[in-house]
């Protein structure tokens, strides 16, 4: 791909694709990858992908988002699970177009790999209904005052995903 930087094969909303050095690749000596570094709009977080072509960035973007996302919902779900009382579940993540998380007693937490395009309170939020879900596995008036125990802000939260869900990528 000489001459031909990959900027835009792997632009979305959130993630842009800002700077496109070439650079030897450490685990397969004698080829070549483009490093295609990622900036978020709010600058706070960076990616760097490694490709053979600029074919490989949907791909290998997911797979380092959801990296991302697996690391950062264990911890918020550490952070919350001891102030709410209940074990840490087991996550698995999930990437329904419909649902940003659910909770079972058998299975443990599934939360959408796609909450890490969100910002962090939006993410907190989601982590705390789940777990709330642990104590109380309904939507009643009791479940809502387990949540805004540890979570009082969580009506701005829940605006803010709902809002949010407009936004976030499609792929
Ligand atoms: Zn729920």
């Not at 791909?1 to 685990?27: K, L």
Request: charged share 20%.
């Amino acid at each position: 791909m000489a001459g031909s930087p990959p900027s835009g094969t792997a632009t979305y909303r959130r993630w842009r694709a800002d700077t496109a050095a070439r650079q030897p690749d450490h685990r397969s000596p004698g080829h070549r990858r483009q490093a295609l570094r990622l900036e978020p709009a709010n600058a706070e977080r960076a990616l760097t992908l490694c490709l053979r072509s600029p074919a490989e960035a949907p791909l290998l973007l997911e797979k380092a988002l959801r990296e991302r996302a697996s690391t950062l919902f264990v911890e918020r779900l550490g952070h919350y699970a001891s102030r709410l009382g209940v074990a840490l579940p087991r996550l698995s993540l999930s990437s329904a177009r419909t649902r940003w998380g659910s909770c079972s007693l058998r299975s443990g937490i599934r939360l959408n790999w796609r909450l890490i395009h969100f910002p962090l309170p939006v993410i907190d939020y989601v982590a705390v209904h789940e777990l709330a879900h642990l104590r109380e596995m309904n939507h009643s008036a009791r479940f809502w005052s387990i949540v805004a125990q540890v979570y009082p802000d969580y009506p701005n939260a829940r605006k803010a995903l709902q809002l949010g869900a407009t936004h976030c990528p499609h792929w």
